[in-house]
């Protein structure tokens, strides 16, 4: 029997406010939506539900303000089976995305930091919570020096890095050096290496800086690559998406889990395009995202 993976995340914890409406407004214009709904989300912990619900367990180092959201959102964290004994509470408000999602499934999204500015460096307890997992999986929604840290910590340790270098920003050449595998979508790909809509070229690009590099490219999958190997190209599941928001959150963390475990990379970007295709069904962040029999299941229908 596998045994159970331990994954670490450093990263923002939100509340995300949603409004749905058929199309989303442009600038100047106002829209009448159809409903509002507050959802626990943030990269951060996003990545850390699906990486439980995917059968790991799961720690999560970040902050939350004192106010309801932050409760809420520890509660929900804890509710999916996320450790949050290193999630601090802070004297601030928490943060929040708010979001608009339209009626084809697609989304724009304005983050407010909040609480989660706050993580600019390691807590006592962080560094040691790092070194006890078998990977650590990060994002780019707290600050800079707070991701920095985490990582280098990671790298001391021997344990695995996984970035997703979301919001799209410069990476410092440190970071890039403690990271082990780089996973971007191909907008966030195209923004670090200013090669547009060929994403083989910008993984070859981006593979002068890191050792392996996932490129997820929405409804065409996603492409791996590594230094010495042949890109692999594992295409996306057809079904019609309801909302996107957390797709790429739950693709992370399964991906996570998948190579924790010991899968082929093949394998592991088949699983975790399997998990993306049940949460793009279903509205929400973490709300939409499925557990590991369900998984399971879609694996093996559409394999």
């Known amino acids: 029997m596998t045994p159970t993976p331990h994954i670490a995340v450093l990263g923002s914890a939100n509340m995300d406010l949603v409004a749905y409406v058929a199309k989303a407004p442009q600038r100047g214009e106002t829209v009448t939506g159809r409903e509002f709904r507050t959802v626990p989300g943030g990269k951060g912990a996003n990545q850390a539900v699906a990486a439980a619900r ?41 943060g929040t995305a708010h979001i608009v999602v339209d009626d084809d499934g697609g989304n724009s999204i304005v983050v407010i930091p909040g609480a989660n500015g706050t993580l600019t460096a390691l807590a006592p307890g962080d560094e040691g919570l790092i070194a006890s997992a078998d990977a650590l999986l990060l994002q780019l929604e707290v600050p800079l020096d707070g991701v920095l840290a985490a990582a280098q910590a990671a790298r001391r340790h021997g344990v695995r890095t996984v970035l997703t270098p979301a919001p799209a920003q410069p990476l410092p050449p440190e970071l890039l050096a403690a990271t082990d595998l780089l996973l971007p979508n191909e907008h966030e790909a195209a923004a ?27 409804s065409r999958g996603s492409l791996y ?26 693709f992370a963390g399964t991906l996570a889990v998948a190579l ?17 295709a049940l949460s793009v069904q279903r509205t929400g962040a973490s709300a939409s995202m499925p557990y590991r029999s369900e998984i399971d299941g879609e694996a093996q229908v559409t394999s």
């Open 54 to 94: 995917a059968g790991a367990t799961v720690s999560m180092i970040g902050a939350v303000g004192t106010d309801a959201h932050g409760t809420r959102l520890r509660s929900a964290l804890e509710h999916s089976g996320v450790d949050t004994d290193l999630l601090r509470t802070v004297e601030t408000a928490t």
């Open 192 to 218: 670090l290496t200013g090669i547009a809509d060929d994403p083989r070229a910008a993984a070859g690009a981006l593979l002068s800086q890191v050792p392996e590099v996932v490129i997820t490219l929405g």
């Open 225 to 250: 690559a590594a230094r010495g190997a042949d890109p692999v190209v594992v295409p996306a599941r057809r079904v019609t998406a309801v909302d996107t928001t957390g797709a790429g959150d739950t």
């Open 260 to 276: 924790a475990e010991g899968n082929s990379v093949a394998d592991a970007l088949g699983w975790a395009s399997a998990a993306a």
